[in-house]
């Protein structure tokens, strides 16, 4: 794999990540964001700690993508995917069957995180 390709997936990563964290600060209807949280089970001060920590932690993830990319940081973003994943297949189970698949989309998601790992010294 070319560095340039291994660039270009870390800006796609990047964009995803801060978009991501841009959507739940409040482009996305916090109200909404805050039902979902309460079908997981969190509800008032504490969900709004999640709903704004998540989307801190989303901006922090897609900076650092820009700026640190290393191994460490796809392997977090790895197991961060896979738990948020697993969260909503246990509490929000219909978005599995979702038409328009949000759940499904994390694995390429993850492969391209994969191949981060894999060819992380190619793009040095």
């Known amino acids: 794999m070319k560095a340039r390709d291994l660039k270009l997936i ?3 990563l990047a964009l995803i990540w ?7 600060l409040g482009i996305y209807p916090v109200r909404d964001s805050l039902a979902l949280l309460a079908q997981v089970g969190l509800h008032d001060t504490v969900a709004a700690i ?3 920590g998540s989307a801190g932690l989303d901006i922090l993830l897609g900076i650092l993508t820009l700026l640190r990319p290393n191994r460490r940081l796809w392997q ?3 197991a961060l995917i896979i738990s948020y994943s697993l969260i909503i297949a246990v509490y929000l189970p219909n978005y599995w069957l979702h038409p328009f698949a949000p759940i499904l989309k994390n694995l390429p998601i993850l492969l391209l995180l ?3 790992v894999q060819y992380e010294e190619v793009a040095k």
Do not use: I, P, V
């Open 10 to 12: 870390r800006a796609t």
């Open 18 to 24: 801060l978009a991501t964290g841009a959507l739940s």
């Open 50 to 52: 999640a709903l704004y």
């Open 76 to 78: 977090a973003q790895a």
């Open 114 to 116: 994969w191949l981060l």
